[in-house]
């Protein structure tokens, strides 16, 4: 079975487990305070070119999400989403059960607008309903989508103006600063949010997300709500060494560039095959509309999520590639469909 199901399905890049073995027996402080962190740290600062950010380390996406905006929030305040989202649909309530609703907008192509979140705001106008207090967004979005900066930097300013902190999932952020067509880097995502993860688990990790917090209030007091989450790693030291081994000469870049390449082969070859996409995208995951009968057939051999069922006999599948996809798996999937669709 061949899965193109996820991007988190292989373990690490080698890079990463030749870091983790070569320190495996050095005594490390705990819980971040380690010197691999301290370096993993400056990297990071240096790639977003501000270093009065912070800078934390947690293990998974729904824990640097649930952590953080909780913490951002108040009792009474909730978090605006596309309803895509990823805290809408995949985080089984992690946000509510942190006492915060999540107040969502239908976006087709996963993405917020201040228009969108004007919506929210002039529909929470008093105190018999929740107030929205943060806004969240993906980049790439749910659905494999990307922000322009032009995007980012309108929703930027409107959440300033409207005293909103803006957070961004980064997940897939190496696939998304490596996508064709991408005009947003690093500094920019910095510059125009008020905290975003760079994500590691997606992205070539062992495990592993890096927060990054530039807004002062949401600077203040975050280890404490980490740990009261359980979310400060005693052996925090793993994080900041594979951290490190992404940041320190652009692995991170390269792994994301490697999994557009091989989504880019899936994504011509199907649609050579006189296939559509719903919806079109430029990152790591595909979304191809296909008879019913040949998701039937490919599910045989192939891994992936029934995405949306049609009413026209037809279905749109999810199909991601990783860091780690072979060029091999692609062709091969690429003739098996071919051979179906005859």
């Known amino acids: 079975m061949i899965s193109f199901k996820n991007d988190y399905s292989e373990g690490a890049h080698p890079r990463i487990l030749e870091a983790l073995t070569r320190h495996n027996f050095e005594q490390s402080d705990g819980y971040g305070c380690d010197e691999g962190c301290a370096r993993a740290r400056a990297l990071i600062l240096d790639a977003v070119r501000d270093r009065s950010c912070d800078v934390h380390f947690l293990v998974g996406g729904t824990q640097v999400n ?102 961004l999932d980064g997940a897939r952020l190496s696939s998304a600063l490596a996508a064709p067509g991408n005009d947003l880097e690093l500094p920019d995502i910095c510059r ?52 490190e081994e992404l940041l320190r000469d652009g692995l991170y870049y390269e792994l994301g560039a490697h999994a557009n390449a091989m989504a880019e082969q899936l994504r011509g070859g199907i649609r050579g095959m006189g296939y559509s996409f719903a919806p079109e995208t430029r990152t790591n995951q595909l979304f ?48 098996d469909l071919q051979r179906l669709s005859r």
């Open 66 to 167: 649930l952590c953080l905006i909780a913490h951002a929030l108040r009792p009474h305040e909730a978090a605006v989403s596309a309803g895509s989202g990823h805290i809408n649909v995949h985080e089984t309530g992690a946000i509510e059960a942190t006492g915060h609703k999540v107040l969502t907008r239908p976006a087709a192509d996963g993405k917020l607008t201040p228009a969108l979140v004007r919506e929210v705001l002039e529909e929470h106008t008093d105190e018999h309903m929740v107030r929205p207090g943060l806004v969240y967004v993906s980049h790439p979005t749910e659905v494999g989508t990307l922000y322009t900066k032009q995007e980012l930097e309108a929703l930027s300013f409107f959440c300033r103006k409207r005293e909103l902190p803006l957070y």
């Open 192 to 243: 125009l949010t008020d905290a975003f993860y760079l994500g590691g688990t997606k992205c070539g990790a062992l495990f592993g997300e890096a927060l990054i917090i530039r807004d002062e209030t949401l600077k203040r007091d975050f280890r404490f709500i980490q740990k009261q989450r359980g979310a400060l790693l005693a052996k925090g030291f793993l994080l900041g060494i594979q951290f």
């Open 288 to 335: 191809p509309r296909l008879p019913d009968g040949v998701v039937e057939a490919l599910s045989q051999d192939y891994a992936f999520e029934l995405w949306a069922k049609g009413g026209d006999k037809q279905s749109v599948i999810r199909l991601v590639t990783s860091w780690a996809t072979k060029e091999e798996n692609v062709a091969r999937f690429l003739e």
